[in-house]
């Protein structure tokens, strides 16, 4: 775990080094040993988590977030577009979850277009690097969507290199 302090001492940034970190701090043994004050529970990080997305998305509502050339510019934004939802989802088994921030983001100018420029829900897969699924070793030949499988889709859609490394994998 690192953790940083700015300048003037009135920010902390904690960084978790591994999954088993995370799976310590919302354990039970945490909490008969001195790391006790670290203790956090799922639900109250969701519902934490499921704010700050939100948030940061809202902080938006006074621009145009597509005029920056890339989400890159705009940090934590793709995280914050994508995965509110699933934070959402945990959070509200929690009678203290609040959704007010979601109808904002929902009813506010540009709110819904903002996170639909950084995340559009119809289309998760807008992003993804097909080089990186097909050497994690993804199915090339799985059926489904309106092409059948991967291979005409690509086709489809001109996208000749992932034809070609599809093709390299033995799709069909």
């Given at each position: ?52 997305c939100l948030a940061y998305l809202l902080d938006f509502k006074e621009f ?109």
């Open positions: 775990m690192d953790v940083e302090e700015d300048n003037e001492g009135t920010q902390t940034i904690v960084r978790l080094a591994h999954f088993s970190v995370k799976e310590y701090l919302v354990s039970e043994r945490i909490l008969q040993r001195d790391a006790i004050r670290y203790n956090t529970q799922e639900i109250n990080t969701n519902i934490s988590i499921y704010n700050d145009d977030c597509s005029s920056f050339g890339s989400p890159v510019e705009i940090p934590l934004a793709e995280y914050a577009a994508e995965y509110w939802t699933k934070h959402a989802q945990i959070a509200e088994r929690y009678t203290r979850f609040n959704p007010n921030l979601t109808i904002e983001l929902l009813t506010k100018e540009n709110g819904l277009l903002n996170w639909i420029r950084l995340y559009d829900p119809d289309k998760p897969w807008k992003g993804a690097n097909p080089k990186m699924l097909l050497d994690k070793g993804a199915d090339v030949n799985a059926q489904k969507g309106e092409y059948g499988n991967a291979l005409p889709a690509a086709s489809n859609g001109g996208h000749d290199q992932v034809v070609q490394m599809l093709l390299d994998k033995g799709a069909m």
